[in-house]
């Protein structure tokens, strides 16, 4: 089988020849290579069954510092300088209904801080309700342009599928225009603002599947992090707010004949069978104690009939930190839980990281190949 044939008949909880092997590895890749080209990268991982992901092309002002802005009403303010190891950027937007302003803390890569740092946000730009107004002038227009998607696809050919990357309402959206802790607060205090601060991102996560898959998107990959578990939500909230979301989702994704590959890279115990329930066709990272509660038994017996299971793998504990041994143990006990029937993509629990020991990577592959074959 091809690998895109392997991880579609996976995902129609069939039985392929072998499971698939679909780990992320972007940060060791650039780690050990720096920028690599795809075609590049397709010799390199000659075993990978690529899952691989893009942008849908927008700009993201409210997360990304870019230096120039297409904001045509709107007079931007940008400063930039540092404050020790960090690089500081200051932001006031100039919009027609009031002015926006935020400050971004960026740590260096490498170091203590990994090879793909995160910004902090030490200023957010949504203070009030009185801001949301504002903020629909810095969101820029749909981007309707996929001729880099097809070009990619052309180059993944049957090696995998590629899909476009829509993120929640709150994934880099209002849990970055607004601070993750205020939010919580707001669900009780104001629920009025809160509600009308994600019902802005979410239109328009709509707006955006919608635009990639009439633009011959075959895929669409949800980042739902923020919204974990993890992340502070508990679970009656995650119910009551975003399943609903979820569900909206991937109804217009199927509607489409699409798949949608469903990313929180938290804990899941508590909320697995929530977003199985809302039609998801692949659920990842599913990260196992002791970074998350994720038991690979349990949700296959739970939902693996319903949605297809992705990751597992600890990237840490097991791949960079572990024996040889170890990483062969995990490889076998996990396809022998989660490989009957199929609905089974083995991965990582995120990206391998730097420092990493090739025999275990070595190890990782030689083993998802030996002990995911079908009889």
């Known amino acids: 089988m091809t690998g895109r044939e392997r991880l579609l008949t996976t995902m129609r909880h069939e039985e392929p020849d072998r499971v698939p092997i679909s780990p992320r590895y972007g940060a060791w890749l650039v780690s050990e290579y720096g920028s690599v080209p795809l075609e590049k990268e397709l010799e390199m991982l000659p075993d990978l069954d690529y899952m691989h992901i893009l942008s849908d092309g927008t700009h993201d002002y409210v997360t990304g510092c870019p230096d120039e802005y297409d904001l045509p009403e709107v007079e931007v303010e940008q400063k930039r300088y540092e404050e020790g190891d960090y690089k500081v950027v200051e932001r006031v937007f100039h919009t027609p209904a009031g002015d926006l302003s935020d400050r971004t803390k960026i740590p260096p890569s490498g170091r203590e801080y990994g090879v793909s740092p995160n910004a902090i946000k030490t200023e957010h730009l949504v203070k009030d309700a009185e801001d949301l107004e504002r903020l629909a002038y810095i969101l820029p227009e749909i981007s309707t342009d996929f001729d880099y998607y097809h070009e990619t696809k052309k180059i993944i050919g049957d090696r995998g599928i590629v899909f476009v990357c829509i993120r929640s ?207």
């Open 169 to 375: 309402s709150l994934d880099h959206n209002a849990g970055q225009a607004r601070d993750m802790q205020d939010l919580m607060m707001d669900y009780y205090d104001d629920r009025e603002f809160f509600d009308s601060l994600l019902g802005i991102f979410h239109d328009r996560s709509l707006q955006r599947i919608k635009v990639a898959l009439e633009g011959g998107v075959e895929a669409i990959f949800g980042s739902w992090y923020y919204n974990s578990l993890s992340s502070g939500w508990s679970p009656e909230m995650y119910q009551e707010v975003f399943v609903p979301q979820i569900e909206d989702h991937v109804e217009l994704t199927h509607s489409y004949g699409a798949p949608y590959d469903f990313y929180d890279d938290g804990n899941l115990a508590h909320s697995m069978e929530m977003i199985a329930d809302t039609g998801i066709d692949v659920l990842e990272t599913c990260t196992p104690p002791p970074i998350c509660d994720f038991d690979l038994r349990e949700a296959k017996d739970k939902i693996g009939h319903k949605t297809t299971i992705k990751g597992y793998v600890d990237l840490l504990y097991v791949i960079k930190h572990g024996t040889p041994e170890l990483v062969e143990q995990t490889v076998a006990e996990a396809m022998e839980i989660a490989k009957p029937g199929g609905g089974f993509i083995i991965g990582s629990s995120d990206s391998f990281r730097e420092g990493t020991p090739r025999e275990n990577l070595e190890t990782y592959w030689r083993c998802c190949k030996q002990y995911g074959v079908y009889e």
